[in-house]
Structures are given as C-alpha cells and as structure tokens.
C-alpha cells in the first residue's frame, strides 16, 4: 500500500473555509490509513493555534478541538534520531521515494 506523508500546509488546507477543490478531491480519494502526518505539522499548527489563542480564544479552542480529531483519526509519523537514520527503509517500505 503507498502511503502519503502530509506537509502542513495541506493539512491545514482541509480546516479553511473555502478549501481548495484540488486538494479536497485528492484526500477524499485515499483511505485515512495512507495518510502520514508528520508530527513536526502537528507541532506548527499548534504553534499556530497558540498566537491564535492571543486574539480569539473561542477560535483556538475550535482550532484546538479540529487539530485534535485530525490527529486522531490519522498516523502521525514521529522522527527522531532512530528514525532518520533508518528513513531509507521506512519510506522503501511505504513507497515515498
């Protein structure tokens, strides 16, 4: 099965208001188990939900709540040292060449 690793920006394309049809289209036409979300993503939008939190604290939470069942419902793909120096086997294995 290929798998498809996520940069944040997409990932955050799926919570806009008027998302782009393009990408929208392109998620719906995967199983939520091809899908690898980096866990540095889900660290920048975090961040982004925090300077969120200063202005609009109602929107964060929601912010908060989406970011939540995004993560939940996906594999987060979490590098550390190990994984960077065995990342040739691992995208070998999910086809992301």
Do not use: C
Request: no cysteine.
């Amino acid at each position: 099965m290929i798998s498809y690793l996520l940069d944040t920006n997409v990932i955050s394309e799926t919570r806009k208001p008027r998302p782009h049809g393009g990408v929208m289209s392109w998620i719906a036409s995967i199983a939520a188990e091809q899908i690898l979300v980096p866990a540095v993503s889900i660290g920048e939008l975090q961040i982004g939900i925090e300077k969120t939190r200063t202005q609009d604290p109602a929107r964060a939470e929601s912010l908060e709540r989406w970011l939540a069942s995004f993560a939940a419902s996906h594999q987060i793909w979490r590098w550390a040292k190990t994984a960077f120096e065995s990342g040739a086997e691992f995208r070998k294995k999910h086809r992301i060449l």
